[in-house]
Nanobody
Framework: QVQLVESGGGLVQAGGSLRLSCAAS????????TGWFRQAPGAEREFVAA????????YYADSVKGRFTISRDNAKNTVYLQMNSLKPEDTAVYYC????????????????????WGQGTQVTVSS
């Protein structure tokens, strides 16, 4: 019903920046809450950031507050994650997720709440 494709990952040095993009297709993107999650090797997938359908409400994990910024451009069916001041502990596969029926702040930050997922993009931060 909606397809998500991430891009923009890569290898950067600590302190550097990357901007991830998530391109959506299939249905009206403005109807979907979207989020970013990440998964390091051997770890569970964890919440990073989320944004409401309108773009007014944003949510961040404590570990990335002040460094990462989520945004969306509904006209382009795209959500972004600007990552600054990257640290080696940010190394992970980053996934874009979307859902049409999330109602609460808690649901927006819960990985089990999202119905649609991209394939992920690798982010590696060297020290």
């Amino acid at each position: 019903q909606v397809q998500l494709v991430e891009s923009g990952g890569g290898l950067v040095q600590a302190g550097g920046s990357l901007r991830l993009s998530c391109a959506a297709s299939g249905r009206t993107f403005s109807l979907y809450t979207t989020g970013w999650f990440r998964q390091a090797p051997g770890a569970e997938r964890e919440f990073v950031a989320a944004i409401s359908r309108s773009g007014v409400g944003t949510y961040y994990a404590d570990s990335v507050k002040g460094r990462f910024t989520i945004s969306r451009d509904n006209a382009k069916n795209t959500v972004y994650l600007q990552m600054n001041s990257l640290k080696p502990e940010d190394t992970a596969v980053y996934y874009c997720a979307a859902d049409r029926s999330l109602r609460t702040d808690g649901a927006k930050t819960n990985r089990d709440s999202y119905d649609y997922w991209g394939q992920g993009t690798q982010v590696t931060v060297s020290s």
